[in-house]
């Protein structure tokens, strides 16, 4: 014991030394930025009119560089936290101009008046003073993510882990980590491989790597919706149409996801998994939870719900974290610019268009949503909050235009690694312990998108199935010679109305309510006709449009269709003329190279409200798990086939297995209810099992015990609503 107090008394007396080392070292160098500043910019000055000597000009440049650390450190939290009200947008860029402000300040306690700069030149030096404190003091730390998890301590007042023999630890919180679109093959090949040794140690340490299985819709909208709501019912894909409403709903519109949490909350009859003290960060849906930041549901809203609170303050309490975020977004877009050069040099296949916006998409998606997420999490660990969920989305916006595997989608993965791993370690100041699991939402499948395999769009190949005007590139194909052959044989001479241009043959709602939607959800494609009320089965569409089904099945890049049937209730078609009915479907039959389950997946996507008038899902190829999206996509989901179905669970082994030995985790509704219950764990037995005074009258009765999900009972409204 003697020797472990005096090993810690050493400990601590080395960790003083190295943090007064590094503070007169950012001193110094800061003191020599000003110095070149002032030499640099002709509106800064930190000499009197009548000039200085060399020595007292030094002095006033640290007189300066000290104070404007010392304001930094001190007065820019309470700032910061004054400002909680302004939107995190707004913050952000306020972050430069109250920064030259603070300069300013630490300008005029200078004295005899030897500092003075113009308003707009402070915001200049402000951000470079930051920018370099910032770097001299990553290039001195072991890693610059330990030094912005100090950064993290100081503002909560946590300077050190706590220590459980001497302080009684509280039920353990849990962070749920949703890595996007990271599939359960993908993460075992980045361990592999040496790209993410965090998640390594954890499984050489006992952790579960659950594969689980998604539903037909194998999107973000569809599992996380399930994940945290305990309901997809009624989300037949990405984005579809809605006949009864003439909706077009979209996942990722605020809209939509308003409306999609609304109808799943009024289902289940609960908030949502993080309806006890939970925050949800860069989530589609809030999951019931107070907290909320990046979150899509409340995006569009005005009002005090969406205004920037925990993990904005966190990340914007430090003015050295907005330099930080807006170097690596500049760095972020020029890697993007130069990995699309070199596809296009080498002329890799596939390969989509990567140019206009996409680069700042991309750096928005992999360093600020980033940076945002990962330190509102920190923030909320360090708060001790008892359930936190947070989407990481870098991997799959990349992986969509780059490819699920690949140099490009190696980076990141190895980014988020050191993310999860600067997670893991702010867990051990936190007020309490942490159970961390890493999931995912849905995998990603490689391919060529449709259009590039054949030269035309599922929208091309379905309006010259019904017969309507095309696009002139179309008809130059083979798949669209093809197509006008079928139509021809059905409908004389339609192919030889007037040709649309380009623009207008893209147009995701039709002219005329005749004729059809055609929209695109990876490698699933929806066909609805807006004019009929009712979903029409198949003997209706080939009464309307003889040809169509017909030119759809026989396609080669495409897999299968559902369509309604007055005769059979539901089928299924596919190539050569094969049609089996929904309740006969079986994984040996035509959905056979789907794998198992999928016929159970397309069983329940039949039953839904809303599912479209034509389903369509592309091929795939198990030799080299292929699909073929349609939509600009060369990394896909949605659909069935391959990797996009098979996401991942990673559970610490002091949790219960998520399912028993030899069953299968099949559907997001399952994994909630996985969730739920080792939410349940966490907080321990909510009556005793066993009581010395246990007594008939005094005995817990089965009324007493938590209900099973989900809840029966009136609906408890979203605290978000």
């Known amino acids: 014991m003697g020797e472990g107090r005096r090993g810690g008394g050493a400990d601590r007396w080395r960790t003083t030394g190295r943090t007064a080392v590094r503070v007169l070292t950012v001193w110094a160098v800061s003191t020599i930025t000003l110095l070149a500043l002032a030499g640099l910019l002709p509106d800064f000055q930190l000499q009197s009119a009548d000039g200085d000597s060399l020595t007292r000009t030094a002095l006033t440049a640290a007189w300066a560089a000290g104070a404007f650390g010392l304001l930094t450190a001190l007065v820019w939290p309470l700032v910061v936290r004054a400002l909680l009200l302004v939107p995190a947008l707004v913050l952000g860029t306020l972050v430069f101009f109250l920064n030259g402000s603070l300069l300013l300040v630490a ?22 003073m930051s920018a370099v404190a910032s770097a001299t003091s990553t290039a001195l730390a072991v890693r610059d993510d330990d030094a912005y998890r100090r950064r993290l301590y100081r503002l909560t007042g946590r300077t050190r882990p706590r220590d459980p023999r001497t302080v009684p630890a509280p039920p353990p919180g849990t962070v749920f980590l949703q890595l996007d679109g990271v599939g359960h093959e993908v993460l075992r090949s980045a361990v592999a491989d040496g790209l993410m040794p965090t998640v390594e140690g954890w499984l050489e340490t006992g952790h579960r790597l659950t594969p689980w299985r998604t539903d037909w819709s194998s999107q973000t909208g569809a599992s996380q919706l399930g994940i945290l709501h305990g309901t997809n019912e009624d989300v037949p894909a990405f984005r579809w149409y809605e006949k009864d409403t003439g909706r077009l709903m979209v996942s990722n519109r605020p809209a939509s996801a308003v409306e999609l949490q609304r109808r799943a909350v009024r289902r289940t009859g609960d908030g949502g998994l993080l309806t006890l003290d939970g925050a949800s960060r860069g989530n589609l849906f809030s999951g019931g939870a107070d907290q909320v930041a990046l979150v899509l549901t409340v995006a569009a809203r005005r009002g005090s719900r969406n205004r920037s609170r925990a993990g904005y303050f966190a990340y914007f309490s430090d003015p050295a974290n907005a330099v930080r975020t807006a170097g690596s977004f500049v760095s972020e877009v020029v890697r993007e610019t130069a990995q699309s050069t070199r596809a296009r040099l080498r002329r890799e296949r596939p390969r989509i268009r990567r140019g206009g916006t996409y680069p700042f998409v991309r750096a928005f998606a992999t360093v600020i949503e980033r940076d945002v997420v990962v330190a509102a999490v920190m923030g909320d660990m360090l708060a001790g909050r008892t359930a936190v969920y947070a989407d990481l989305v870098a991997y799959d916006e990349v992986a969509h235009h780059s490819g699920p595997q690949g140099r490009d989608t190696d980076q990141v993965l190895r980014r988020l690694d050191r993310s999860v791993a600067l997670v893991a370690r702010v867990a051990e100041h936190a007020p309490r312990p942490y159970r961390i699991v890493l999931l995912s939402d849905h995998g990603q499948s490689p391919g060529d998108t449709f259009e590039g395999a054949y030269g035309l769009t599922l929208k091309d190949l379905v309006r010259a199935g019904c017969g309507l005007p095309v696009s002139r590139r179309v008809g130059r194909t083979r798949s669209g010679a093809e197509a006008r052959d079928a139509a021809r044989d059905a409908l004389r001479n339609a192919l030889h109305r007037p040709v649309e241009t380009g623009e207008e ?26 004019d009929v009320p009712h979903r029409m089965t198949k003997e209706e569409i080939d009464r309307r449009h003889p040809a169509l089904l017909r030119t759809l099945a026989q396609h080669q890049g495409i897999g299968f269709l559902l369509v309604a049937s007055a005769e059979h209730g539901a089928v299924v078609l596919a190539r050569d003329g094969v049609e089996v009915p929904v309740a006969e479907l079986a994984d040996d039959g035509p959905l056979a190279v789907f794998g198992r389950g999928a016929a159970d997946a397309v069983r329940r996507t039949n039953g839904f409200p809303h599912v479209a008038d034509v389903m369509v899902n592309s091929m795939y190829d198990p030799a080299t798990g292929a699909v073929h999206a349609f939509e600009e996509q060369i990394g896909s989901h949605g659909g069935l086939g391959g990797e996009q179905a098979h996401p991942f669970l990673l559970s610490p082994p002091e949790l219960s297995p998520p399912v028993a030995e030899g069953e299968e985790l099949v559907g997001a509704e399952r994994v909630h209810r996985v969730l739920r219950r080792w939410l349940r764990e966490s907080d321990g037995p909510q009556v005793p099992l066993e009581r010395p005074d246990a007594t008939p009258e005094n005995s817990p009765s089965a009324a007493d015990a938590e209900p099973a999900l989900p809840a029966e009972g009136p609906v408890v409204p979203d605290k978000n609503h």
């Open 505 to 530: 043959a893209e147009r995701e709602l039709p002219a005329r309510p005749s004729e059809p939607v055609v929209l695109a959800s990876g490698n699933l494609g929806l066909v609805s006709f807006p």
């Open 107 to 128: 300008l005029w306690l200078i004295p005899d008046g030897r500092g003075a700069a113009d308003p707009e030149t402070a915001v200049v030096v402000a951000a470079v």
